[in-house]
């Protein structure tokens, strides 16, 4: 049968165990699964590994000559024996490490993911399912422009999808304020409609292709608003709340795209996060860029 291996965003390992069948073994932040990989990854998993193999070493130079030996490109996952992996690593080409422009592709050359299972045991893959060491995106990022941290989550949604709104498209930005995400989407040139009870960031409030509107951000009902191409949302709220909205606007059908915070917060989560996965053609990720919270994607 074959073997998987997931692992887990820091701090989030209990997350990625619940939604995984029982494990075979289990070292933070990685867990070994017998069985397929599912077509929709667990939405905890940071990183799949999707061909891990067991290889002996009998030492530190054998070990990276075995890892070079099957492709150039590898990310070290610590997991125990730290010194002795780090000296592996310091004999393996390095990876670039220099943090991605927003808005430039992904890596395209293939990158393998391993660790030191044992002293004389590596456990590596030379197929994952982000091209990103150990899954981690990082942007340079832009310190001055947004209002708040929160653009990074779609600058890293938007990466990872590989589309995102163009010159003129409308946008609903719900409970946008400060405006972090209008930020991302008025500069992409869409047209922003940004809803919060807070006001936006002044500077953004100014910018032409923005309009703001102060009431709640569930409080524009789907038959009065038209169509629209994309609904955002990074609402603070539970989340059968913003699935009772969503599930509004897919009965419309007059909205294309959805990229939408889901909290996970409230005693009714469990049930909405899988009302959210139940959605056909839709997508639950935790990004790095998240905290306790996930995000929801559905594309038209």
């Keep these: 049968m074959d073997l998987a291996v997931y692992q887990a965003a820091p701090g989030f390992l209990a997350e990625l165990l619940a939604g995984l069948p029982r494990p075979e073994e289990v070292r933070e932040p990685l867990a070994l699964v017998r069985g397929e990989v599912p077509a929709r990854l667990p939405a905890w998993a940071q990183n799949v590994w999707l061909d891990p193999v067991f290889i002996p070493i009998e030492s530190i130079g054998d ?32 990876v670039s490490a220099k943090p991605l422009v927003f808005g430039r592709a ?66 609903l930005d719900l409970g946008a304020s400060p405006g972090g995400w209008t930020f991302v989407l008025a500069g992409l040139g869409a047209r922003v409609f940004a809803i919060d009870k807070a006001p936006l960031d002044p500077r953004l ?20 608003a038209g169509a629209v191409d994309w609904l955002f949302s990074d609402v603070i709220c539970y989340p059968e709340r913003l699935l009772g909205y969503v599930r509004r606007w897919l009965e419309l059908g007059s909205c294309r795209n959805f990229v939408c ?5 409230g005693p009714g989560a469990p049930e909405a996060l899988q009302g959210f996965a139940d959605i056909p ?14 995000t929801w994607v559905k594309l038209g």
Excluded: M
């Excluded at 899954?135 to 999808?161: C, M, N, V």
């Excluded at 053609?281 to 996930?294: A, D, I, P, R, V």
């Design 205 to 224: 409030e100014r910018l032409a292709n923005v309009e703001t509107c102060r009431g709640s951000a569930f409080g524009l009902d789907p038959r009065h």
């Design 106 to 171: 992904a890596p395209s050359a293939p990158l393998g993911a391993w660790t030191l299972w044992e002293e004389n045991l590596l456990l590596a893959s030379p197929r994952c399912s982000s091209p990103f060491p150990n899954g981690e995106i990082r942007f340079e990022e832009d310190r001055e422009g947004p209002p708040s941290r929160a653009y990074l989550k779609l600058w890293e949604a938007f990466t990872r999808i590989g589309v995102r709104p163009g010159p003129g498209e409308l946008c």
């Design 261 to 265: 915070t889901v909290k996970l917060q």
């Design 63 to 94: 070990a990276a000559k075995k890892l070079k030996a099957i492709q150039r490109n590898w990310a070290l996952c610590p997991t125990r024996h730290h010194r002795r992996a780090a000296l592996i690593e310091e004999k393996l080409p390095r």
């Design 281 to 294: 053609g839709s997508s639950l990720t935790h990004l790095c860029h998240n905290k306790h919270e996930l």
